[in-house]
């Protein structure tokens, strides 16, 4: 009995040695810690990553004259082909002024678009102040060639004085 008993111990050592090597080498533990609010998010996730890298694959394929939308969630979900028949969807879920700045001046067909169009700043709301979310837009708005034309559709202003009417 002792036998087995030790066996048993080592058997249960070495499984559990191995779920820890598997979680440390995976994402689960920074993925629950995320979820739980023990680790801060990280503004440009692995998701965003992912998301560039496909689009500097496409960049290079995209014809003189599209209309490109760059921006957050709201635009990656847009059908822009309903919107302009020649158009790029850039949009990537949760993304932030910061992103969009980290990544626009490495589209090279922002060179030779007809128009973009931004629709970002939401997301900044909750990490940024205004005057960094309007320093980075204009930064933005910089890096596209002066000659493109630029529609920006982002925040709404809310005006704190105007009270709701209750029904």
Do not use: C, W
Not at 13 to 29: E, G, K, Q, R
Not at 35 to 60: C, N, Q, W
């Amino acid at each position: 009995m002792p036998i087995l008993r030790k066996l048993g111990v080592v058997y249960l050592l070495i499984l559990h040695t191995l779920i820890v090597l598997i979680l440390i080498n995976s994402d689960f533990i920074e993925k629950v810690g995320y979820k739980l609010g023990v680790f801060a998010t990280p503004e440009l996730s692995s998701y965003y990553d992912e998301i560039t890298t496909l689009h500097f694959r496409m960049d290079g394929n995209v014809p003189d004259g599209a209309t490109l939308f760059i921006g957050d969630s709201i635009t990656q979900g847009l059908a822009t082909s309903a919107i302009a028949a020649l158009s790029v969807n850039y949009g990537i879920s949760s993304d932030t002024t910061l992103g969009v700045l980290n990544r626009i001046r490495k589209y090279e067909s922002t060179a030779r678009a007809n128009a973009v169009v931004l629709a970002v700043g939401v997301n900044d709301l909750s990490r940024r102040n205004d005057g960094e979310i309007i320093t980075n837009y204009e930064k933005i708005l910089n890096s596209i060639p002066k000659e493109t034309s630029v529609v920006v559709s982002a925040i709404l202003p809310v005006d704190e004085g105007v009270q709701r009417k209750k029904h």
